[in-house]
């Protein structure tokens, strides 16, 4: 059990939007920030989204990211095959005095 | 461009401590830009932190693992390392190397550490 919850799975068709949620506590995404990552099958995690909703230099801006209050949302427009991955969102938690990351969303192109 | 290799053995058995280094380079352990994380992934399930350190050799380590875990940084070699001690089934997992500037930003290639007799 993720202490940030995540959808398992998502999917949408190609050039299409889809938003993944991330839902926390104020001890989590409520008082810190948030940030997203890619793992292409087979592959390490890339980040996507830093400090709520910057985009590494080299990540194109179809992927964007939000926040209000406890929750976070990672958007991506335009959506190509090769987008299937999986997302995690992560924080810090202050009560926990750990980094946590969701369970991560699967998302599918179809 | 700061890059990441893991490094260790891919077999270790119950109750012993498993070790792995991460070797970093195109960047300096000691330049005090980053913290220097260790993340682990179970086959099939999802992320989890383990720790990290500062060049300064302060720590923290996440709670569920920190009776059993030590990051270690060797500024002469420019790697970190990771023990965990008491493995069991349940630590069979690809560990990842990572930067971390609040957030994680640049990864290493992970390595799959199976946990068996």
């Known amino acids: 059990q993720s202490v940030l919850t995540q959808p398992p799975s998502v999917s949408a068709a190609p050039g299409q939007k889809v938003t993944i949620s991330c839902s926390g506590s104020?001890?989590?995404?409520?008082?810190?920030?948030v940030s997203w990552y890619q793992q292409l099958p087979g592959t390490a995690p890339k980040l996507l989204i830093y400090d709520n909703n910057k985009r590494p230099s080299g990540i194109p801006d179809r992927f964007s990211g939000s926040k209000s209050g406890t929750s976070a949302t990672l958007g991506i427009t335009g959506l190509q095959t090769g987008d299937e991955a999986d997302y995690y969102c992560g924080t810090w938690d202050s009560s926990l005095s750990s980094w946590v990351f969701g369970g991560g969303t699967k998302l599918t192109v179809l | 461009q700061v890059q990441l290799q893991e490094s260790g053995p891919g077999l270790v058995k119950p109750s012993e401590t498993l070790s792995l280094t991460c070797t970093v380079s195109g960047g300096s352990v000691s330049s005090g830009s980053y913290y220097w994380s260790w993340i682990r992934q179970p086959p099939g399930k999802g992320l989890e932190w383990i720790g990290y350190?500062?060049?300064?050799?302060?720590?923290n380590y996440n709670p569920s693992l920190k009776s059993r875990v030590t990051i270690s940084v060797d500024t002469s070699k420019n790697q970190f390392s990771l023990k965990l001690s008491s493995v069991t089934a349940a630590d069979t997992a690809v560990y990842y190397c990572?930067?971390?500037?609040?957030?994680?930003?640049?990864w290493g290639r992970g390595t799959l550490v199976t946990v068996s007799s």
């Open positions: 990572a930067t971390s500037r609040g957030y994680f930003d640049l």
């Open positions: 104020s001890s989590n995404i409520g008082n810190n920030y």
């Open positions: 350190i500062y060049y300064s050799g302060s720590t």
